[in-house]
């Protein structure tokens, strides 16, 4: 929606927004300044710097240049002096350096559209990574749990383990619980790693031990990360410190092919350890990665920077694992922890000390703060846009596909100025031409699908746009009026997500009790429970009823992918994360009430039969 009030700065800032009910809201001068200055800039600058100049061609366009440039590929490679664009030039991120001086160009060489399987018609199951434990498991679920019920869900016909954020906690003794608040989206979470699964393991009697000790959290279904963190750290040390020749070369190898990410990584968790918090209270010297201090004490301390490291190689080594079992759709949080790593690595590139969120509306009347920094847009621009590629390629690393986390942010992000609340923000433009260019770049070199969580309030034009370059929209039976069977086919489409209420949490009113219980109303739901009785049909249903009338309503439907959630399948009324609460309610620590050995003995679920594909 727009009109002649609407429109942007100089510096991205949008003049004002609609309010989900339509009304008009100004962004204030004191509102902009403040963005402003976040970004670095200053009352006197009209506008933000532009930034070297970008060039999107298709691949295989072999047009000439004006002038004759020097061509650089991403890699490195070194072309000589051009007169036109060579038609065999390999998509990517491409530098063309004028002869006669100028500034360089970055030359974006995309595909077509984002990668996409030819007919695709696909399945997956949605899991909360921590909340899926065997008896084995070390109190939270782990990536040899991930492998067996990835092996069981692909013996049944489902075709994807859709998996939440993998994404690495700041370092410490009390793990961040939500995986969507992560000090590292470029490096996976340690407690994830299986720890029976590490070379050594089965032959050390204290980690048999520890294990026994930590197998006794699995009587709890609340997830105690602390505890679970601090076996496991005992034991993975016992275990680094075993590790022979052969491992410390395959070590070292994997270090040198993940490179920076991994090694500035491990340098923020060495330093953490000495320095806890956040690292702008480390002592000066140490607050940039760049710094020489920095390296002097990667290299003082390198044995722990070397333990660092192979945390990560035990933890890609067993998702490699899983990949192998049951491709797996990952998902890729919309920010990380100011506090954390990639935030002191990236910091030049991020507002810091602003906040990303969401403008009040009907369900939060304050707005919401998910105390995220955003990143800077011209200085996206300014860095090639190479940080964002190396974290969509983070992420796709072992991926089939890619679930990007309010991907309207590559749009637009609500930016919350510093001192400030929600309902003083303001939206701020991102280049999304560019970023979808970039995005489709990364997933056609993976070979990986990209669905995108648009859900909520979006601009005109955005859907068409995303389509376009191949990324699958979100719909969900609990916000669509028509039926699965109207849905369009470039689409990942489920009922609920781990904002929302189960299935059975909304059929059976247990969700409505237990967000009275935590403080909070319940409007809306009698709305979704109509959305389901649009499906199953009026009157008394039992909930495993409903579930199955669900799924196979998806399954029918000529959506590419259609997804169900582990906890529907399970019949839980409980939901992974309730929105707007803090201590009220045990977000992303609530474990399955069973161990997953249960389920994978048994027959399938009908739950689980019903969201397989058999059309295709």
């Known amino acids: 929606m727009q009109d002649g009030r609407s429109g942007t700065d100089g510096w991205g800032i949008d003049l004002g927004y609609h309010a989900t009910n339509g009304e008009w809201h100004e962004t204030p001068d004191a509102t902009r300044d403040a963005i402003r200055a976040a970004m670095g800039g200053s009352a006197e600058e009209r506008r933000a710097p532009e930034g070297p100049p970008v ?144 070379p050594g393991a089965a032959q050390d009697e204290r980690v048999r031990a520890l294990g026994d000790e930590a197998r006794a959290l699995l009587g709890d279904r609340r997830i105690d990360r602390t505890t679970v963190w601090s076996a496991k750290r005992q034991a993975l040390e016992l275990l680094f410190d075993r590790m022979g020749t052969a491992a410390r070369r395959e070590l070292e190898e994997f270090r040198a092919e993940r490179g920076d990410d991994l090694e500035r990584w491990a340098i923020f968790c060495t330093i953490s350890e000495e320095h806890p918090g956040t690292w702008r209270d480390w002592p000066t010297e140490l607050r940039h990665p760049d710094g020489a201090a920095v390296a002097r004490y990667a290299a003082a301390h390198s044995e722990q920077v070397r333990f660092h490291c192979w945390l990560q190689h035990m933890a890609d080594r067993q998702l490699a694992a899983l990949v192998d079992v049951a491709p797996i759709v990952t998902d890729l949080a919309v920010g990380v922890d100011p506090g954390g790593a990639d935030a002191w690595i990236d910091q030049d590139l991020l507002a810091l000390d602003a906040r990303v969120g969401a403008p009040p509306d009907d369900f939060a009347a304050g707005g919401q703060d998910w105390g995220l920094p955003p990143s800077i847009p011209h200085r996206m621009r300014e860095d090639g846009y190479e940080t964002f590629a190396r974290t969509i390629r983070a992420a796709l690393r072992h991926g089939a596909g890619i679930r990007i986390d309010h991907v309207l942010g590559l749009f637009r992000l609500f930016w919350i100025p510093p001192e400030g609340s929600a309902t003083d923000g303001a939206y701020v433009r991102y280049p999304a031409d560019d970023l979808l260019t970039v995005l489709a770049i990364e997933s ?30 979100t719909r969900l039976v609990y916000f669509e009026g028509a039926p699965p069977s109207q849905w369009p086919s470039n689409v990942g489409g489920a009922v609920t997500t781990h904002d929302l209420p189960t299935i059975a949490g909304t059929w059976t009113g247990a969700d409505a009790e237990l967000r009275a219980e935590a403080g909070l109303s319940n409007d809306g739901t009698d709305s979704l429970r109509q959305s389901l009785a649009r499906i199953v049909g009026d ?31 399970l019949c839980l009324p409980e939901r992974p994360n309730m929105p707007g609460t803090t201590d009220e309610w045990p977000n992303w620590s609530i474990a399955h009430p069973d161990p997953i050995d249960d389920l994978i003995a048994g027959p399938p679920p009908p739950s689980l039969e019903a969201i397989r594909r058999t059309d295709r």
């Open 55 to 198: 060039w999107t061609v298709p691949a295989g366009w072999g047009g000439d240049l004006s002038d004759p440039c020097r061509l650089r590929l991403e890699d490195g490679t070194e072309l000589g002096v051009v007169q036109g664009l060579p038609a065999d030039l390999p998509i990517g991120r491409h530098r063309l350096i004028p002869v006669d001086g100028g500034p360089t160009t970055l030359l974006l060489v995309r595909p077509r559209t984002c990668h996409r399987p030819q007919g695709m018609r696909r399945s997956a199951l949605a899991v909360q990574a921590y909340a899926s434990r065997s008896r084995a498991s070390w109190g939270i679920g782990d990536l040899r749990d991930l492998r067996l019920l990835g092996g069981w869900l692909r013996q049944h016909g489902i075709d994807h383990l859709a998996l939440s954020p993998l994404h690495a906690p700041s370092p410490g003794d009390h793990p961040q619980p939500s995986p969507y608040y992560p000090s590292s989206r470029r490096n996976l979470n340690p407690l994830h790693i299986a720890i029976e699964e590490v």
């Open 444 to 473: 056609e070199r993976a070979g990986a699908f990209v669905i995108g969580e648009d859900l909520g309030t979006v601009e005109e034009g955005v859907r068409d746009d995303l389509a376009q370059i191949g990324v699958l929209s």
């Open 539 to 569: 009157g008394e249903h039992d909930v495993s009823e409903v579930i199955i009338g669900a799924h196979r309503a998806l399954a029918a439907s000529p959506v590419d992918l259609a997804i169900a959630n582990l906890d529907d399948v």
